[in-house]
């Protein structure tokens, strides 16, 4: 299946004719990111098909340059946000990688679902988008993927992201928990959880190919 076979039945409601008005007006209006050309990003780099993993975060990050469409990620030409250099910090300690990029496209192109829960947001104005409407799109993408798919890894960092598990079916999939890497939380179970090796290990539970991270 494709994602535009799989998304047919939520896109063609009048909720997501609305919601998409709304994004239009808010374009058109005021500063808002990410560009508008990669609201969808995330599902044009990793093909429904190929979904190994998904990794949820709340919303795109709000400062100049920095949100490309894909959760965590951000341009090279700005510096890394607190949350990605802890997620880098992790992966160094878990399997010893060192990572310069800060975009996580890589990631996307081998499977890695990188999605945000509010896919847009206004300019230097965090979580400004949380009640356009965006939950019930994305919330309908993270349920398609536990129903049509099998033996996926879904990554919940933080209370946001673990409220997404009653969406997922835990006898289909591995659903993987922790605190969420941001500077707040970091130290409460993020640093020492070890997801990288972890999923890596699940997916060859499965004859699945390894994420290089």
């Not at 965590?72 to 992790?90: D, G, M, Q, R």
Request: proline share 5%; net charge neutral.
């Amino acid at each position: 299946m494709t994602w535009t076979e799989v998304l047919a039945p939520i896109k063609s409601t009048e909720y997501f004719t609305q919601l998409w008005e709304k994004v239009k007006q808010e374009y058109a209006t005021t500063k808002v990111f990410p560009p508008k050309n990669q609201i969808f990003r995330a599902l044009e780099l990793t093909a429904f098909e190929d979904v190994e993993v998904v990794i949820i975060g709340q919303d795109p990050y709000h400062n100049d340059f920095q949100a490309n469409g894909l959760c965590f990620s951000v341009s090279e030409k700005v510096t890394a946000p607190p949350s990605l250099k802890n997620i880098f910090t992790e992966l160094k300690d878990d399997i010893g990688v060192e990572r310069t990029s800060k975009e996580l496209d890589d990631w996307a192109r081998q499977g890695v679902l990188l999605l945000n829960a509010t896919l847009t947001v206004r300019a230097h104005s965090p979580n400004s988008h949380k009640d356009l409407g965006w939950e019930k799109f994305t919330d309908f993408i993270i349920k398609e993927i536990s129903d049509k798919k099998e033996n996926v890894v879904f990554v919940l960092w933080g209370a946001f992201a673990q409220k997404k598990a009653e969406l997922i079916n835990p006898a289909k999939h591995f659903i993987l928990k922790s605190a969420h890497p941001s500077p707040f939380s970091v130290y409460r179970g993020f640093y020492g959880s070890k997801p990288f090796s972890k999923i890596n290990e699940y997916l060859a539970s499965k004859g699945k190919k390894a994420i290089s991270w």
